[in-house]
């Protein structure tokens, strides 16, 4: 998987998005533009690039990011805002080549998790368009469980 995702992405290596390279399910990519600011914009590079990823890959991602993102929309209750989850998540889903130092590389890595929380349904495809499953936000009664 991390050899495909690298012929993948070597086409795109040499822009300012792409430095990492894709291992595993820890898929690796450079922080997207961190001098653009507009979060839509973010979001439309990171497309750019998840898009060359394996589609199973790419299924996982989807789901995992929604996830991520309605557990962010209870910040207030779990003080999870989505950068706190990129801060818990961005080490294991982001990670640099050998040689990048990854404690200076974080505040980017953070933003770039956060975006992609943030804006997960504008980075990743809809079902129509890719096939498999598809987080589904489902509300219990807390009643139900006493």
Not at 54 to 61: Q, T, W
């Amino acid at each position: 998987l991390a050899h495909v995702a690298d012929t993948q992405l070597s086409s795109t290596r040499e822009s300012s998005i792409c430095q990492f390279v894709p291992s595993c399910f820890s898929f690796d990519f450079s922080p997207c533009c961190p001098e653009i600011e507009e979060e839509t914009e973010k979001a439309a590079q990171i497309k750019a690039v998840v898009s060359t990823f394996p589609r199973p890959l790419l299924v996982v991602m989807r789901y995992l990011f929604a996830f991520l993102n309605h557990v962010s929309q209870y910040s207030d209750e779990n003080m999870m805002q989505p950068y706190n989850l990129a801060v818990c998540f961005g080490p294991s889903l982001l990670r640099g080549m050998d040689s990048d130092d990854a404690v200076a590389r974080q505040p980017q890595v953070n933003d770039l998790v956060k975006t992609m929380i943030l804006q997960h349904d504008i980075i990743f495809p809809g079902q129509s368009e890719l096939p498999g499953p598809v987080y589904e936000k489902h509300m219990t009664l807390e009643q139900e469980y006493w």
